[in-house]
């Protein structure tokens, strides 16, 4: 299957791309805490996503430090909020939608695969709703998917869709309010331990 959902949770580590989304998750912690309820529009309800993409110096793509510490990550990130799709200071109208931003913000650079394989990462808080998994596989939905084809129709790369929350049921966006309302610090021990 071209593009694959995943819960980011202990239970699904051995799931391909687990590691990467639990350092994109870290990164989008880190991202959005600094800017998080400050008025700028990303408070607990704005749903963060982030994608792996090859470092390019060129586009200011640099390559990504890991959250805990050491060497250079082989990756850069490009990362995705719902309000900034939604104040359309992203192009097009990408109805607010956190992995759409993330992957439009990203369009024009080479996806990041996984050593030895041809597997993408994708992190995003929430479920993808209906429409996004729909744009996802090349459906429309507005603003054309950038790497349609790439992972959908012709199956080249593999995109393994890692979420943590679910969306709308099962009180998804309450769970990321509450983890959006901690400290960054919390947020990351979290992600840490339990994620």
């Given at each position: 299957m071209p593009i694959t959902l995943s819960q980011l949770i202990p239970a699904n580590n051995a799931n391909v791309g687990y590691a990467l989304?639990?350092?994109?998750?870290?990164?989008?912690?880190?991202?959005?805490?600094?800017?998080?309820?400050t008025g700028t529009g990303i408070a607990?309800?704005?749903?963060?996503?982030a994608v792996a993409i090859n470092p390019n110096p060129v586009t200011h793509f640099q390559a990504a430090n890991p959250i805990n510490g050491g060497a250079a990550l082989p990756y850069s990130i490009a990362y995705g909020n719902s309000r900034i799709a939604a104040s359309g200071l992203d192009t097009g109208n990408l109805g607010g939608h956190a992995e759409r931003c993330a992957l439009t913000a990203a369009a024009g650079e080479m996806l990041y695969l996984l050593p030895g394989s041809n597997h993408a990462v994708l992190f995003v808080e929430l479920t993808p709703c209906g429409a996004c998994q729909t744009w996802l596989n090349g459906g429309g939905g507005g603003v054309a998917n950038?790497?349609?084809?790439?992972?959908?129709?012709?199956?080249?790369?593999?995109?393994n869709v890692w979420w943590r929350w679910a969306y709308p049921d099962d009180g998804g966006l309450a769970a990321m309010k509450t983890f959006h309302s901690w400290t960054t610090l919390t947020q990351q021990n979290d992600i840490n331990v339990n994620w």
């Open positions: 989304a639990k350092e994109l998750a870290l990164q989008t912690v880190a991202q959005f805490g600094a800017v998080r309820s607990e309800a704005s749903c963060c996503a950038p790497f349609n084809g790439i992972f959908n129709g012709a199956g080249i790369v593999t995109l």
